[in-house]
T-cell receptor, first 113, second 115 residues
């Protein structure tokens, strides 16, 4: 079945460091790919998405490119801030009717001042 | 506009009891989803509604779990004879039409604790 694998956390970085969180997927068909973020005490929020190969999603300085050849959707940010501390979830939607998402286990990011 | 809301935010119950969890989706969204998130894990799909009908209930773990959406808006997740293993955060999400690229908007969740 469809699955998402993420790099294990926690990831701890200093402010202004470069961030990469790896995400790879297995899916039949042509999935849409998403990154969701969960800030402390809050619900899941969409961070960015890409719906076809080579698309780049971006938001709040974060970027991820849909790479079909490597089945990857790695999340990057050039300079993290303390306020980026959260849990990041990679997800795919691959059913014919997008019935549900398959989520990765999440990666906890802590950014230190 | 208003987002997805869920009530209660916390529910503590005893093993063997019955519970109902409510989800109020974003107005006009035809697709509604329930997920379960255990500590330290990503959300796991339970059931998907398109309008009033359950289009996919393949994620429900067993027949103790049931969900309804009688008028195509509010949904209720019902758990009978609760077990300690049912303890988790139950998330509801809605999307405009349920298409493959549609963004799902999540509620804050209901934290269920079964003692």
């Amino acid at each position: 079945g469809d699955s998402v694998t993420q790099m294990e956390g926690p990831v701890t970085l200093s402010e202004e460091a470069f961030l990469t969180i790896n995400c790879t997927y297995t899916a039949t068909g042509y999935p849409s790919l998403f990154w969701y973020v969960q800030y402390p005490g809050e619900g899941l929020q969409l961070l960015l998405k890409a719906t076809k190969a080579d698309d780049k999603g971006s938001n709040k300085g974060f970027e991820a490119t849909y790479r079909k050849e490597t089945t990857s959707f790695h999340l990057e940010k050039g300079s993290v801030q303390v306020s980026d501390s959260a849990v990041y979830f990679c997800a795919l939607s691959a059913d014919n009717y997008g019935q549900n998402f398959v989520f990765g286990p999440g990666t906890r990011l802590s950014v230190l001042p | 506009g208003a987002g997805v809301s869920q009530t209660p935010s916390n529910k503590v119950t005893e093993k063997g009891k019955y519970v109902e969890l409510r989800c109020d989706p974003i107005s006009g969204h035809t697709a509604l989803y329930w997920y379960r998130q255990s500590l330290g894990q990503g959300p796991e799909f339970l059931i998907y509604f398109q309008g009033t009908g359950a289009a996919d209930d393949s994620g429900l773990p067993n027949d103790r779990f049931f969900a309804v959406r009688p008028e195509g808006s509010v949904s209720t997740l019902k758990i009978q004879r609760t077990e300690r293993g049912d303890s988790a955060v139950y998330l509801c999400a809605s999307s405009l039409a349920g298409g493959i690229g549609d963004t799902q908007y999540f509620g804050p969740g209901t934290r269920l604790t079964v003692l």
